[in-house]
């Protein structure tokens, strides 16, 4: 079935530095996929989307490529701050009308 | 607009008590979903509705867990007897049409039970 596996956290990086979590995924078809940020105490929001292979999701200097050759939908950024310390989900549409979710891998930076 | 809107957003509950999550989602969207996230079990999908009518349920845990949507801008959901295995933060999220476009997450409810 369809799934989505992300790279295991904690990745800790200092003020910065260049940041790539790795996303790839299992699925028929071509789905959309997503990145979905969570804060400390706060819910999940959306930080990017991409709909259809080739294409780039960005928001906040963050950005991600679908892949369709390698099922790979990474997130990077070019330069962290330490107000990006979260836990990034991806994930893909659909099973039915849910999303599948990745694990979440939780980001530290240290200033 | 003000996004989805979870009540309270933290409640501490003795064992054997009701518990009461409230949620109102985004205007105009048509699909909500409940989530409970843990440490142990991350992110679990609790129940789906569409268009104000239960779609799937299937994650509900036990019995003692319930949920309604009686109109567009009001879900609840309902733990009668709560136990500590409950503790959890508990999402309401809603979406136009499914989840294409992505969902809109509440800031959750955190509940204790002790």
């Known amino acids: 079935g369809d799934s989505v596996t992300q790279m295991e956290g904690p990745v800790t990086l200092s003020e910065e530095a260049f940041l790539t979590i790795n996303c790839t995924y299992t699925?028929?078809?071509?789905?959309?996929l997503f990145w979905y940020v969570q804060y400390p105490g706060e819910g999940l929001q959306l930080l990017l989307k991409?709909?259809?292979a080739d294409d780039k999701g960005s928001n906040k200097g963050f950005e991600a490529t679908y892949r369709k050759e390698t099922t790979s939908f990474h997130l990077e950024k070019g330069s962290v701050q330490v107000s990006d310390s979260a836990v990034y989900f991806c994930?893909?549409?659909?099973?039915?009308?849910?999303?599948?979710w990745g694990a979440g891998t939780k980001l530290i930076i240290k200033p | 607009d003000a996004g989805v809107i979870q009540s309270p957003r933290h409640e501490v509950t003795e064992m054997g008590q009701e518990v009461t999550l409230r949620c109102k989602p985004i205007?105009?969207?048509?699909?909500l979903f409940w989530y409970r996230q843990t440490m142990m079990r991350g992110l679990e999908l609790l129940i789906y509705?569409?268009?104000?009518?239960?779609?799937?349920d299937s994650g509900m845990p036990e019995d003692r867990f319930s949920a309604k949507m009686p109109n567009a801008s009001f879900s609840t959901l309902k733990i009668q007897p709560s136990e500590p295995r409950d503790s959890a933060v508990y999402f309401c999220?809603?979406?136009?049409?499914?989840?294409?476009?992505?969902?809109?997450f509440g800031s959750g409810t955190r509940l204790t039970v002790v």
């Open positions: 999220a809603s979406s136009w049409q499914g989840a294409n476009y992505g969902y809109t």
């Open positions: 205007s105009g969207h048509n699909s």
């Open positions: 509705f569409n268009n104000n009518v239960p779609i799937d």
């Open positions: 699925a028929t078809g071509y789905p959309s």
């Open positions: 991409a709909t259809k």
């Open positions: 994930a893909l549409c659909c099973r039915d009308y849910q999303l599948i």
